[in-house]
């Protein structure tokens, strides 16, 4: 059974810096590409950043540029988002989710159940 | 970057109808759109992709057409399980695009 384990969200101030994870499971890590996607509260999604299943590609969204760095440890099956700089903005639920192919597809089969990052003073 | 516009936003709708929700892309995207289900407090659920294909495990009442830039996902007897929001996205290009979503509420 796939199982995606986000964490690491937490309440910060602008300015701040976070670092969110999310532990796979029940398939094999390195075969898919991953993506982050957020969701402010109350509203749609809105996708944040992809990696391919090597790490050797990496595609981000305009708003994130600059500012976040998504990476992954096959060994460990783990994703990671490294978000410096935020913003108020930024305040949502982020979701990892599964791509359906080790390229960036952006076809995302699994998601994770989400953690939340509060970027406030 | 390709907008995606759905509608309605919201419907209305009683157990046992048919429900048609529209998915417009800005420009052509061939058949690369994906619709997803999530309901209050969870995860989004794949439903669709490449427009007409059912994801495994999804109830036959779900069904997607269309190409180019008009899509419809269509329940063709909506159930109490159903009532969530659905969202239509393209992956033809990077980065990829979600419609605002329509909320299928219980009338």
């Known amino acids: 059974e796939v199982q995606l384990l986000d964490s690491g969200g937490d309440s910060v101030q602008p300015g701040g810096s976070l670092r969110l994870s999310c532990a796979a499971s029940?398939?094999?890590?390195?075969?898919?590409?991953m993506s982050w996607v957020r969701q402010a509260p109350g509203k749609g999604l809105e996708w944040v950043s992809g990696?391919?299943?090597?790490?050797?590609?990496?595609y981000y969204a305009d708003s994130v540029k600059g500012r976040f760095t998504i990476s992954r440890d096959n060994s460990k099956n783990t994703l990671f988002l490294q978000m410096n700089n935020l913003r108020a903005e930024d305040t949502a639920l982020y979701y990892c989710?599964?791509?359906?192919?080790?390229?960036?597809?952006?076809?995302?089969?699994?998601w994770g159940q989400g953690t939340l990052v509060t970027v406030s003073s | 970057d390709i907008q995606v516009t759905q509608s309605p936003s919201s419907l209305s709708a009683s157990v046992g109808d048919r429900v048609t929700i529209s998915c417009r892309a800005s420009?052509?995207?061939?058949?690369?759109l994906n619709w997803y289900q999530q309901k209050q407090g969870k995860a989004p659920k794949l439903l669709i992709y490449?427009?007409?294909s059912l994801q495994s495990g999804v109830p036959s009442r779900f069904s997607g057409t269309g190409s180019g830039t008009d899509f419809t996902l269509t329940i063709s007897s909506l159930q109490p399980e159903d009532f969530a929001t659905y969202y239509c996205q393209q992956s033809y290009s990077t980065p990829p695009t979600f419609g605002q979503g329509t909320k299928v509420e219980i009338k």
């Open positions: 990696i391919s299943g090597s790490g050797g590609s990496k």
């Open positions: 420009q052509s995207i061939s058949s690369y």
């Open positions: 490449a427009a007409s």
């Open positions: 989710a599964k791509d359906a192919s080790r390229t960036v597809t952006t076809l995302y089969d699994y």
């Open positions: 029940g398939f094999t890590f390195s075969s898919n590409a």
